[in-house]
């Protein structure tokens, strides 16, 4: 991608190499802020990693990484406690659940959800 504009005032914007996610500000006296606070559907998060805990308890046997998988929410948990979470390394533990509960529909399910939250 490589995409040239002008504005009203003939301020060039060239944006080359990919995506760009966050504020931009050009011309005189602008100013740019972005404010990120709490974390990614706080709540609706919390209670979906209840539910995905539950499911991998109940459905344990039919897991053979059951442990790991149960690691994996861990990870996910305190990733979301923190003040700037890594949304990479949350997408990550999601992906590594997709795999290890491939098997049981349902966990499946939250595993989709909870990525279409931080999405």
Do not use: F, W
Not at 46 to 64: F, S
């Amino acid at each position: 991608m490589n995409e040239e504009r002008k504005d009203a005032m003939g301020y060039r914007l060239n944006v080359s190499g990919g995506e760009i996610s966050g504020a931009i500000a050009m011309g005189p006296n602008s100013s740019a802020t972005v404010h990120n606070t709490g974390t990614p559907a706080g709540g609706e998060a919390a209670r979906l990693l209840d539910r995905l805990e539950r499911l991998l308890a109940e459905h344990a046997a039919n897991l053979p990484e059951a442990v790991q998988a149960g690691r994996d929410v861990t990870d996910l948990r305190q990733e979301l406690e923190q003040a700037q979470p890594d949304r990479s390394r949350m997408l990550d533990a999601l992906k590594r659940l997709s795999v290890r509960a491939a098997e049981v529909s349902v966990i499946v399910e939250v595993v989709t959800q909870i990525r279409e939250l931080l999405a």
